[in-house]
């Protein structure tokens, strides 16, 4: 049962604010980095801008030459899939948590004041 205080505006930017407004139209606040659809592209391109992961992807693209094979190819590709897949798993509970706490934010009762 918290409460959050709304203070009103005192009207004196209300020029103003019908200028900006044309140019915000919204008042949507996100603090989720990813939706559903795009969140395979979005995570491994931020996967892949870590050193650790881009020489690990390295390693196993030069793996799949059979002058530079030293192991099997699915055995140098198996530490770049744990790594990324603990990471994936990682970014989305951590994606959902943020989503819900917006949630219970954007629910919670407010008390406005009017002069």
Known sequence: NKWRIVLPDN???WKDWKQVSTFYSGNRIQATKYTWFPFLPQNLFGQFHRLGNLYFFFLAVLNWFP???????EITM?????VLLASMIKDAIEDYR???Y????KFTKTRVYNK
């Open 11 to 13: 009207g004196r930017q």
């Open 98 to 100: 943020k989503y819900q």
């Open 102 to 105: 917006d949630k219970a934010i």
């Open 78 to 82: 198996l530490p770049l899939v744990v």
């Open 67 to 73: 002058q530079m094979e030293v192991f099997h190819r």
